[in-house]
């Protein structure tokens, strides 16, 4: 097929119509986040009205500040070391000399427009509404909803792995999300390896950590991150809203994501996007 042929075949799909669902937070001033970054915050430093021009328009503009692993967001291989090194080898402290990592960080990361795959790990279990707070999501139970659902992982993918934990991002309590005292479930070490073993590109999750939190230990440790990051080179996406595409049935489908190109940087916020036909 020639690229012409591709093309066509590509917006033909398009015209014969799809379905989007969005992946992504809205962000909003007060929502649970990791508490080890910057919070968001928005403002609006020139109000309609406050400037009018002589033909009666008038603008309005804004101010947002915000650390970039707040929200749905993308982790760089440069936002985790380990004894020091980075995912190339590299010294981690040399490699940010400067107050940007010019080789790993978040501006390296291509734009994202692969297969994407839901395992939905509580609907395997049997536990439909989510796992129970501080649960280790294991090897096992991956490729049970790997089974369960005849959407085999391969080489190249983009993995996200709902736990159910995302139905209380909109708790009035922004901690009983965060899960310090109850902790988190996720991934652990184990289903890392897992991951990486079957290739991904990228790893997601429906929680801020991405990974299995014990019970009052918040992020002390993070060893699916070391995993991923450090030892192996796969992405992760944290924050997702999972909840959507799993009541809709979604298993596989055309995963989009594109990071802001923030030279240096060790994140960036997304708004990632599953597609299917329609």
Sequence with gaps: MTTAQGTAALLAAVEGGLAVHDLGRQL??????SPNHPPYWHALPRRHGDVVRADGGSAANDLITM??????HIDAFAHVSHDGKLLDGSDAAEAGRGGR????????????VRRGVLLDVPAALGEPTGCPAG?????????AAE??????????DVVLVRSGWGRLFDDPDRTVYQGKESGVPGV???????????????AGADTIAFERLAPGGGHASLPAHRVLLVERGVYIIETLVLDGIA???????LFVLSPLPLFGATGSPVRPLAVVGA
């Design 135 to 143: 649960y280790e999501i294991t090897p096992d139970d991956l490729a």
């Design 147 to 156: 089974r369960a659902q005849g959407t085999p992982v391969r080489s190249g």
């Design 101 to 112: 990592f010019a080789e790993l960080g978040v501006h390296t990361i291509a734009p994202m």
């Design 67 to 72: 650390g970039t692993h707040v929200g749905t």
């Design 188 to 202: 652990g070490e184990a289903g890392a390896r897992w991951l990486a073993d079957r290739g991904a590109h990228a």
């Design 247 to 253: 009541a809709a049935g979604v298993r596989e489908f």
């Design 28 to 33: 909003v001033q007060g929502m649970p986040q």
